[in-house]
């Protein structure tokens, strides 16, 4: 099984180290397995096992064909990031969906409070104040919550004015690819729930 590993990884040694192409080796690899292990089953002795395999394999191109994957042409020319600009990509991302889920959020309670407090000086509960002072009153903390947001949205976006750069193109390792996933699919759901809470 060594022998067809070693086949596989010099056969996508020249190819771009894309998820796509990750994921397209894998698959293979496993189908390998799956054939290799079902030949020895069979009798066949290792040296016959792993001619089949290979043999049965095909082109790489045809097989690139098949599962219809395109490269980019451009993507050579890119950088690759370093590990330490992901991280840090990823954690401004998640500090920049807190912070913007807490802007939305108060936004949504000083238009509440306004509305509050302007039926209250209404409906005479809170009889201090006359209905014009009222609507006063309500637009306080509306503006104190809004001037807040506004000043949260301007800070997440100086934030991620660092990473601006990276709207020319980059590269990403198969390991990294596998980070931002990882973190993109645990943060889904908390930036969710904060986006629907507030």
């Known amino acids: 099984m060594k022998t067809i590993i070693s086949y596989l ?21 496993a189908n390998m397995a799956d054939k290799y292990n079902e030949l020895k089953d069979e009798g066949k002795s290792e040296n016959e096992a792993i001619g089949i395999v290979i043999s049965e394999f095909g082109n790489i191109e045809e097989l690139i064909n098949e599962f219809d994957i395109t490269f980019d042409k451009d993507e050579e020319k890119r950088p690759t990031l370093e590990n330490e600009v992901v991280n840090d990509y990823l954690k401004t991302s998640k500090k920049s969906g807190v912070l913007i889920g807490i802007g939305v959020g108060l936004c949504v309670y000083g ?15 809170i009889a201090v104040f006359s209905d014009e002072m009222g609507d006063v009153i309500g637009l306080i903390p509306l503006l104190l919550f809004v001037a807040t947001a506004v000043g949260l949205f301007i800070y997440v976006g100086m934030m991620e004015d660092k990473f601006k750069y990276l709207d020319n193109g980059f590269k990403l390792s198969i390991e990294q690819q596998r980070t931002v996933k990882d973190s993109n699919d645990a943060f889904h759901k908390t930036y969710t729930k904060s986006i629907s809470l507030a």
Do not use: H, R, Y
């Open 9 to 29: 990884d010099n056969m996508f040694a020249s190819l771009p180290k894309t998820m796509q192409m990750q994921q397209l080796k894998e698959e293979i690899e």
């Open 111 to 125: 238009v509440a409070l306004l509305i509050l407090l302007t039926q209250l000086v209404e409906d005479g509960i």
